[in-house]
């Protein structure tokens, strides 16, 4: 069949058109209906731990996409670091996950460290003290003169034990501690020592699954303190306040998802713990969940528990008075 002139010129139009829409499909950057998409910006946390289940609110925000459509491509740096702050001011990492305390006590070792924690991802501190359930031990102040186990004189387990002591007027010398390393479980078991700190989400379930029955004095019920949250450097986050709250955001999101479905949270999060055993990791994330919510305000820096904690700081001699407190934390990213 032969085509009139007319219609040669539609199909010959029809045709160019075609394949100037081929081409742009196929040009630099990807299409989502008809926008171009941005590249992703590339940003580090040093989590300084290995892989845990804890971390599930940052494995369920990268595996769920959520860091992808704040338009961040999130690299999660693990391992054991001494000194997680000052990795970071180093250019390890764009932000880490620190303790209030931890960086106070940087701050006042190092008047330089300009820091600010932007949400307060666990909202109670998580360590406690662990007594068997028969234990003579009822309140804080019958640990005067018993054994305590610890990892050691440094870290959350002795600051929060340190803590308990200061709320019971007591001090280290009115009770015996022991440096145990990480053997919490095995030391309270064998009846070594006559309490341990460990963490409210590990050690208590550890032992209870040995046959154990134990109680616990949680830090957080005695004496307010700081616990992990987002940490960047002063510097990015007042001159790239938007990728900071973008950041912060994309993993609060990640927590109301695993405070809404753990038993999805630890699938996702099999993926990047490797060899974890599900039903372990699920007992360890339901106990954490208390420790995400608080007072229902997940990410929420509290004023009153940054100075309540200063308070305490000063008193066991750990920091000097901070000038002008309020820089070192803001809400400011979560809305």
């Given at each position: 069949?032969?085509?009139?002139?007319?219609?040669?010129?539609l199909l010959l139009s029809s045709c160019v058109f075609l394949f100037s829409v081929g081409l742009t499909a196929c040009g630099a950057g990807?299409?989502?209906g008809g926008t171009t998409t941005k590249p992703l910006k590339n940003i580090s946390i040093g989590l300084g731990y290995n892989p845990d289940i804890q971390f599930a609110p940052f494995y369920v925000a990268k595996s769920k996409g959520y860091y992808q459509?704040?338009?961040?491509?999130?690299?999660?740096n693990h391992g054991i670091v001494p000194d997680l702050i000052g990795s970071?001011?180093?250019?390890?990492?764009?932000?880490?996950?620190?303790?209030?305390?931890?960086?106070?006590?940087a701050q006042d070792k190092n008047k330089g460290v300009?820091?600010?924690?932007?949400a307060n991802i666990f909202q109670r501190y998580p360590v406690s003290l662990i007594v068997p359930a028969d234990s003579p031990?009822?309140?804080?102040?019958?640990?005067?003169?018993h054994s305590i186990g610890e990892p050691g004189p440094y870290g959350a387990t002795h600051t929060g034990l340190l803590a308990l002591l200061y709320k019971a007027n007591l001090t280290a010398s009115d009770v015996n501690l022991q440096s145990i390393g990480y053997n919490q479980v095995s030391a309270l078991l064998a009846h070594r020592v006559d309490a341990v700190m460990g963490y409210a989400n590990n050690e208590p379930l550890q032992l209870e699954s040995h046959g154990l029955n134990v109680r616990t004095f949680a830090v957080s019920d005695y004496q307010p303190l700081v616990s992990n949250g987002i940490v960047v450097p002063q510097k990015t986050y007042q001159s790239d306040a938007a990728t900071v709250k973008a950041f912060v955001q994309a993993t609060l999101k990640g927590v109301q998802e695993v405070i809404r479905d753990p038993n999805g949270a630890v699938d996702?999060?099999?993926?990047?713990?490797?060899?974890?055993n599900t039903t372990q990791a699920l007992a360890v994330l339901k106990a954490t969940l208390p420790i995400y919510k608080g007072d229902g305000h997940p990410g929420y820096n509290d004023s009153a528990t940054w100075q309540a904690m200063e308070q305490f700081l000063i008193s066991q001699k750990m920091i000097s008075p901070v000038n002008n407190l309020s820089q070192y934390y803001t809400n400011d990213a979560l809305s």
């Open positions: 069949m032969r085509l009139s002139q007319r219609s040669f010129f990807s299409t989502t459509d704040a338009g961040l491509n999130v690299t999660f970071m001011l180093a250019g390890k990492s764009d932000f880490v996950f620190a303790s209030g305390d931890e960086l106070l006590v300009q820091v600010v924690d932007v031990i009822k309140t804080l102040a019958d640990l005067k003169g996702v999060s099999k993926s990047f713990v490797p060899g974890m």
